[in-house]
């Protein structure tokens, strides 16, 4: 075993004393043999059905099933999805539960996010538990409670528990598409962002800082993203580390039955993209490249924030709310704005969950400006510079302009109060509405030119205005 992988064993070892249901997880070179012991470990003598697609059963499914087999653990005939546009959708979820609740084979999952979270959710209703292998570094739910499925035209997360083991072989993983390892790594660096969201509903008492979750995400975080050329051209250390930090956030959803601790405004950004069906170039892009440019979109508001703050404070002047709006008329702006009754009402839903009434924004307002000096200081140590974090990206090949996954300027910038509502979520976009700044902060964005080059804007796309 080389140093790198005993140091990740070492933290994930640790790690795992904190999680509700994931009792085994092994990363590492040649990691897929082990796959017959730890079933045993996990199930006994239960049978066993491999869950993949067509790509994932060729890069991982055969050589797990043979290895299974050979150890004489009983198999049921694999499931292999054969639909080229498969999705997150709970057809799919439906599908799956068909062919788990006719026995009681553990599912294996093989394959990547989309795999894990069908096999994930339709384990749970068939009240059966499971095991993920992992065939690329792209997503970070794979030991997360809850899966991210589609129903309805609504992205959501439903009530699942995580999988009793998890294995990522790194030889599997290096050999991934490229693009896909990218993905995780855009996902993992959504964390920086994600961590700042957090810090400050914890200063102002919406929801309070986990300190072990919060360490299992953010202790390890800038030395697992600090080798993305790494990522890129397949380094073990790079990837073993890159894994890691997945798996980690994974576990830290786990043990905090949320996604809180891997999760904030970049995430809203995506999950907006994800209810409004955008596609480019006919395809939907990954949700790592999407978290790509909701976090340079979140990280170019707090830069906006800082600046307003620092050189115009006098903008901020508590006692003066007129622009706080009740919820009523919050309500009839979602109506008009999201056309499909469900989709809108879940929004106002969502949005009523974090709204406070005049008294307490007052209130809050007052916390802000006694708090600011230190919550400042908190938040810059946990932010990275937009073009460092931009030149980060661009090193492994994730997406670092709107328009490399197709969004227009002018959408990116109505996007900002979309993503606002149509999650429960405290992040920076509530807490610059609050401020009373949200419109000049986000409105300096695409004057200053400082984020995104004006060619990028050549192209109008106005069915979101």
């Not at 690329?136 to 959501?156: L, M, W």
């Not at 007052?366 to 810059?380: G, K, T």
């Amino acid at each position: 075993m080389k140093s790198f992988e005993k140091e990740t064993a070492r933290r994930i070892q640790g790690a795992l004393k904190t999680a509700a249901t994931t009792k085994i997880i092994e990363i590492g070179l040649g990691a897929i043999q082990k796959t017959a012991r730890v079933f045993r470990e996990c199930f006994d003598d239960a049978s066993a059905i491999i869950i993949a697609d067509v790509n994932t059963y060729s890069a991982a499914g055969r050589q797990v099933e043979e290895i299974l087999k050979t150890d004489g653990i009983h198999m049921e005939h694999p499931f292999v999805f054969s639909d080229p546009n498969l999705y997150a959708e709970m057809k799919y979820v439906d599908q799956l539960v068909d062919v788990l609740s006719s026995s009681q084979a553990i599912a294996i999952a093989v394959g990547s996010g989309t795999i894990n979270d069908l096999t994930k959710l339709a384990s749970y209703r068939c009240s059966h538990q499971y095991m993920s292998i992992t065939t690329a570094g792209s997503v970070d739910g794979y030991t997360a409670f809850g899966a991210s499925i589609t129903e309805k035209s609504f992205k959501q997360t439903f009530y699942s528990p995580a999988p009793m083991a998890a294995i990522a072989d790194l030889d599997v993983i290096a050999d991934a598409p490229l693009e896909m390892n990218a993905w995780g790594y855009a996902d993992l660096m959504a964390k920086i962002p994600a961590g700042a969201d957090w810090i400050i509903a914890d200063a102002l008492g919406v929801e309070p800082i986990n300190p072990t979750s919060w360490g299992l995400v953010q202790n390890p975080l800038r030395k697992l993203i600090s080798n993305p050329s790494g990522v890129k051209h397949r380094d073990y250390q790079a990837l073993c580390f890159l894994l890691e930090g997945l798996i980690m956030s994974g576990l830290a959803m786990q043990q905090a039955q949320s996604s809180r601790p891997a999760s904030g405004a970049e995430h809203q950004f995506s999950h907006l993209w994800d209810n409004q069906h955008h596609k480019h170039n006919g395809k939907t892009p990954s949700h790592g490249f999407k978290v790509a440019v909701g976090s340079l979109a979140s990280l170019a508001l707090y830069e906006a924030l800082f600046d307003l703050w620092d050189n115009s404070m006098d903008k901020i002047k508590i006692g003066k709310h007129s622009y706080w709006k009740g919820f009523s008329e919050i309500e009839k702006e979602i109506k008009n704005t999201f056309s499909n009754p469900v989709e809108a009402a879940q929004v106002i839903e969502q949005s009523r969950q974090k709204y406070i009434d005049f008294t307490d924004l007052e209130k809050r307002l007052n916390r802000v400006v006694e708090i600011w000096p230190e919550l400042s200081r908190n938040l810059q140590r946990q932010l990275m510079g937009f073009s460092e974090f931009k030149a980060m990206l661009q090193q492994v090949d994730a997406p670092i302009a709107p328009m490399d996954i197709g969004i227009e300027l002018n959408r990116l910038k109505k996007s900002y109060g979309l993503a606002q509502l149509i999650r429960k979520r405290y992040t920076i976009l509530d807490f610059t509405k609050e401020l009373g700044v949200f419109e000049t902060c986000v409105n300096s964005i695409f004057i200053s030119g400082k984020y995104w080059e004006k060619q990028y804007n050549t192209l109008t796309d106005n069915r979101y205005e």
